[in-house]
């Protein structure tokens, strides 16, 4: 014998379905059913339309609610985006490379790394941040962290005892981007709390990592050369590394504005 159900129309539903939508948790069909209803009757809409619609709302509600949340928590640099990164100032550059790592997470869900390199001013930091956005918009967790302050958190950590702890926090973003790695000082007891960071992370959680040196010029960043071939080790294993060969872009700017002060006195 089947059990049936039926379902009584309520008398007020202006009143019982905001409580309803507020029990299933469905915040944004709450805000916006009533003014979709009255969308709905004035174009004729069908039942199913109907709710075909105030689902496709909350659902996009979510979406940018959800994108705001990641872009705040991570930290990036808010003007910096494949919008305004102009890919025709650095040819070295592989566009279509960069473009699948941002349109396609499996590199991340694989633990595998992205490593930036150039000399100071050529866009690894906009770059980095454009990444980062994109699979945020993707729906990935992104954290971004100077190397220098990173280190410090990551010493006071040890200090408290509390270094496992730390790294363990780190490990819900999908994507830890560590900029300008190379002005970390050359001391056994900064280097040593990034290599376990680095370690920690290894084949599990990603890296996106920009430095001024290549790999050959790393002995500079960690105390001793075991150390330092360990952590590039690590790093390269799973690794998409990126080369940026161009003039700075502060550089450029500066000498394009000098021509144009030039220019005009000679007028």
Not at 46 to 59: D, I, K, P, R, T
Not at 116 to 131: E, I, N, Q, R, W
Not at 176 to 196: A, H, N, P, R
Not at 215 to 238: C, E, G, K, N, P
């Amino acid at each position: 014998m089947t059990d049936s159900y039926s379902i009584k129309p309520p008398s007020s539903e202006s009143e019982t379905l905001p409580l309803l939508l507020k029990s299933l948790r469905l915040p944004y069909m709450k805000r916006q059913w009533q003014e979709m209803e009255k969308q709905a009757i004035q174009q004729g809409w069908s039942y199913g339309q109907f709710l075909h619609a105030l689902c496709e709302y909350e659902q996009q509600q979510r979406y940018t609610s959800r994108v705001e949340r990641y872009l705040h928590e991570s930290q990036l640099p808010r003007a910096k985006s494949f919008a305004n990164f102009d890919f025709t100032c650095c040819p070295s550059i592989n566009q279509a490379l960069v473009m699948q790592l941002a349109q396609d997470c499996r590199w991340l869900q694989r633990g595998k790394n992205l490593l930036s390199f150039g000399p100071s001013g050529v866009g690894k930091t906009h770059l980095a941040s454009a990444v980062g956005r994109s699979v945020i918009e993707l729906g990935q967790r992104v954290k971004f962290t100077c190397a220098t302050f990173l280190v410090q958190q990551l010493l006071q950590a040890k200090a408290d005892l509390q270094l496992p702890h730390f790294l363990a926090k780190l490990d819900k973003y999908d994507l830890l981007v560590i900029d300008d790695i190379g002005y970390v000082k050359k001391s056994e007891v900064e280097t040593s709390v990034l290599f376990e960071l680095i370690s920690h992370r290894y084949e599990i959680k990603s890296l996106l990592i920009t430095a001024n040196q290549t790999f050959s010029d790393w002995d500079t960043i960690f105390a001793d050369a075991t150390m330092t071939v360990a952590a590039v080790d690590r790093l390269v294993h799973h690794a998409t590394i990126i080369e940026i060969q161009t003039q700075s872009f502060r550089q450029k700017t500066a000498l394009a504005r000098s021509n144009s002060h030039d220019s005009n006195r000679t007028e």
